[in-house]
């Protein structure tokens, strides 16, 4: 290995991928790489399967985007690796239409990878930590697209290419679910007949983990050990997780995505009869219904206008106010669901794109939670939203103990800004050495 080890933490969505390249020195690696990794670059590719495909990238001084069509992912991976001089042929030898519209004197330059992180939403029964993708373990992996069909297709597409293009790299797997391996049965199980856990394993599994996991360590890096933390992580997808002594006791996602609470265009939890009712009366099939759960509901379902939460506050109409409204209660009612799991609570988190910018959501949520010695300081949340736009992703993280509450009760709240690429660079660092 050379003195300086590069890394690229790839995170494979359904439509989009996130990727960042990381540097450390060996000399450092030891230590925590969480302290001691430097972003170097990030990027983004969005829109994948549509005519709206866009790709960004850029590192502190320069940055590149161009608008193009990629049919999928495989496409776009290929399109990544050529702009970041990591394929065989640097040149854009495919057929694809690029409109460069921001092209800062980047140029492919002579990267060399040494770890390619993947992101797997669910490890399913086979893997509870991070692991090294084998032979046999792409074989385990590509049986487990059951179970997250959205989202780790694309990861073990993504995988298989990275380690065409770059057989000399260690290619490691990094799962959504390991941070909830240790959920108590209690929580873990759904009360339907024992056989169907025993045979098919119908479990909560539990999503959004990288994140949870980097916001623990962060949190315990900045403030020292907490014993009862909740984290929401409001995405676009959201959970809660119930964080007692570091690990995760419950959270809100189940056996998939779509439990818990409402989401963007997911329902989140309902009374489990009104599918069945649902699809008797429009007389539609079970996959149009889980289309309907998963893709029509949560804030567009009851808006009607839109799934984005930040646009969705530009909006007066009565349904686009409830939509804020459920969306509120529904994670006031999980934060005291949990507060009651770890019989007290010593700090709430805030995190995800919503939990990280609209200081209205955390106003409207913190204002019901008195009761658990949580009171909203109205000027340091509207301060943190701003520090979150202002963010530098570059660099290593500061610990300097500067997440401060933004909450004058004896219970503080944090807003943290998630970093998942960084969170598994560090994680696959951590299984190589
Ligand atoms: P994903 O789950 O796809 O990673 P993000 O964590 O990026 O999603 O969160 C996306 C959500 O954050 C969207 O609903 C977006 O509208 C919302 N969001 C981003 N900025 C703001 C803001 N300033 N105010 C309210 N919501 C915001």
């Not at 050529?82 to 042929?89: D, F, P």
């Not at 959004?208 to 676009?236: D, F, M, Q, T, W």
């Not at 964080?243 to 939890?269: C, F, H, Q, V």
């Not at 349904?319 to 007290?344: E, H, P, T, W």
């Amino acid at each position: 290995m050379p003195e300086a080890i590069n890394i690229i933490s790839v995170n494979c969505g359904s439509s989009s991928i996130k990727f960042s390249i990381f540097k450390i020195l060996e000399k450092s690696v030891k230590n925590n790489p969480l302290l001691n990794i430097e972003r170097t670059g990030f990027g983004k590719i969005e829109e994948i399967g549509t005519p709206f495909g866009e790709y960004h990238f850029e590192t502190k001084n320069k940055n590149y985007a161009a608008k193009l069509n990629f049919k999928n992912h495989i496409e776009a991976i290929n399109f990544m690796l050529r702009k970041l001089g990591l394929h065989h042929n640097s040149s854009n030898s495919s057929n694809i239409k690029i409109k460069e519209f921001r092209k800062n004197g980047l140029n492919a330059s002579a990267l060399k990878i040494d770890i390619v992180a993947h992101r797997f939403v669910n490890g399913g029964k086979y893997f509870n930590e991070p692991i090294i993708a084998s032979k046999k373990n792409i074989v385990k992996l590509s049986k487990l697209d059951e179970l997250a069909p959205l989202h780790n297709p694309s990861s073990l597409k993504g995988l298989e290419i990275m380690a065409e293009y770059m057989p000399n790299a260690k290619q490691v797997c990094i799962f959504d679910t390991a941070f909830h391996k240790n959920i108590p049965l209690c929580a873990k199980l759904y009360p339907i007949p024992i056989d169907y856990y025993i045979k098919y394993n119908i479990k909560k599994f539990g999503f959004h983990g990288i994140s949870y996991s980097y916001i623990n360590e962060i949190l315990n890096l900045n403030r020292g050990a907490i014993k009862k933390i909740a984290v929401c992580h409001l995405g676009n997808g959201a959970s809660i997780c119930a964080i007692k002594n570091g690990a995760s006791i419950d959270t809100s996602m189940g056996y998939t995505p779509l439990e818990g609470l409402m989401m963007g265009t997911r329902s989140g939890n309902l009374d489990p009869s009104i599918p069945f009712i649902l699809q008797e009366k429009l007389n539609i099939s079970g996959s149009e219904m889980y289309n309907i759960l998963n893709k029509k509901s949560g804030v567009l379902g009851i808006s009607g206008k839109t799934y984005d939460f930040k646009e969705l506050l530009n909006y007066k109409d009565k349904y686009s106010k409830l939509a804020f409204k459920m969306y509120a209660y529904r994670v006031i009612k999980f934060i005291g669901q949990y507060a009651a799991s770890m019989n007290g609570l010593d700090a709430l988190v805030f995190t995800g794109g919503i939990g990280e910018n609209s200081s209205l959501l955390r106003k409207e949520v913190g204002g019901n939670l008195s009761y658990l010695g949580i009171k909203i300081d109205n000027k340091k949340n509207k301060e943190a939203s701003q520090y979150f736009q202002t963010f530098n992703a570059h660099g290593k993280i500061k610990v300097n103990k500067s997440i401060k509450s933004i909450g004058t009760g004896k219970t503080p709240v944090f807003v943290i800004h998630t970093d998942e690429e960084r969170q598994m660079a560090s994680e696959a660092l951590n299984l190589v050495f």
